[in-house]
C-alpha cells in the first residue's frame, strides 16, 4: 500500500513551458486534491475531485488545468509555466466528503521551479 | 464560514521541556479538527485528530491536543521535546458533512539541545 504517490519530485520549467505534475492513489479514495504550499502561507487548495470525471476550482486554480479520468489518478496540468506558479505542491486523498473526521492523506511533495 | 489561526509561527523549546502549540478556530458548525506535521522536505503526516468523540486526543510520537468547546481552541501539548520533534505543525478544521479543509498557516518548532 504506497498512499499517495506524486511525480516527479523536483522540476525546473522555463517561463512559458507546460507540465503535468502525476498523481495517483491506491486507497480507492473518492475525493482528491491538488495544494500548493508557500513559504509563510499555509497550504491553498488548487483543485479539486469528488470522483472519477468531477472536477471543481478551489481557492487558487488560475494557470492549471485538472483530469480525473479514474479514480486513481488526478494529474495537475501547468499551461505556460510562470515564476508565480514557483512553489511546492501537494497532492493528496481522502475517503469521502460526507463522513466527519475524513482523514487527508498527502504524498511527498513535487518542488517546482520556474525560472 | 470557517477559519483557523495558529497563534505562534515560530516556538523554540529546549530538548526536555514541554512543547505547547496554539491552535483556535472559528466554525459554524460542529468540526473536525487535525493537527499535522511537516518535517523539511517531505509531506504532511496526520498527528492527531478530534472527530466529537473525546476531547482529549492522543496521536503519534507522545502528542496530544485538547478540543475546549468553549475557547474554541485546540492546542497541541507534549510533555517533553525531543530533537526529532523540530518540525512544521498545521492545525486544520473541516466540516462534518460537506468537507471544506482550512489550513493554518503553520507553526515552525525549533528544539534546541
Known amino acids: 500500500n504506497a498512499g499517495v504517490t506524486q511525480t516527479p519530485k523536483f522540476r525546473i520549467l522555463k517561463i512559458g513551458q507546460s507540465m503535468t505534475l502525476q498523481c495517483t492513489q491506491d486507497m480507492n479514495h473518492n475525493y482528491m486534491y491538488w495544494y500548493r504550499q508557500d513559504p509563510g502561507m499555509g497550504l491553498k487548495l488548487i483543485y479539486y475531485s469528488v470522483g472519477a470525471g468531477i472536477t471543481d476550482k478551489g481557492e487558487v486554480p488560475n494557470g492549471y488545468n485538472v483530469s480525473r479520468s479514474t479514480t486513481e489518478d488526478f494529474p495537475l496540468r501547468l499551461e505556460l509555466a510562470a515564476p508565480s506558479q514557483t512553489s511546492v505542491y501537494f497532492c493528496?486523498?481522502?475517503?469521502?466528503?460526507?463522513?466527519?473526521?475524513?482523514?487527508?492523506?498527502f504524498g511527498e511533495g513535487s518542488w517546482l521551479t520556474v525560472v | 464560514a470557517q477559519s483557523v489561526t495558529q497563534l505562534d509561527s515560530h516556538v523554540s523549546v529546549s530538548e526536555g521541556t514541554p512543547v505547547l502549540l496554539r491552535c483556535n478556530y472559528s466554525?459554524?458548525?460542529?468540526?473536525?479538527l487535525f493537527w499535522y506535521v511537516q518535517h523539511p522536505n517531505k509531506g504532511l503526516q496526520l498527528l492527531l485528530k478530534?472527530?466529537?468523540?473525546?476531547?482529549l486526543v492522543k496521536g503519534i510520537n507522545g502528542f496530544e491536543a485538547e478540543f475546549k468547546k468553549s475557547e474554541t481552541s485546540f492546542h497541541l501539548t507534549k510533555p517533553s521535546a525531543h530533537m526529532s520533534d523540530a518540525a512544521e505543525y498545521f492545525c486544520v478544521v473541516t466540516l462534518g458533512g460537506y468537507q471544506k479543509v482550512t489550513f493554518g498557516t503553520g507553526t515552525k518548532l525549533q528544539v534546541i539541545p
Open positions: 493528496a486523498s481522502s475517503y469521502s466528503l460526507g463522513e466527519t473526521g475524513n482523514t487527508i492523506y
Open positions: 466554525s459554524s458548525y460542529s468540526p473536525s
Open positions: 478530534y472527530t466529537s468523540a473525546a476531547t
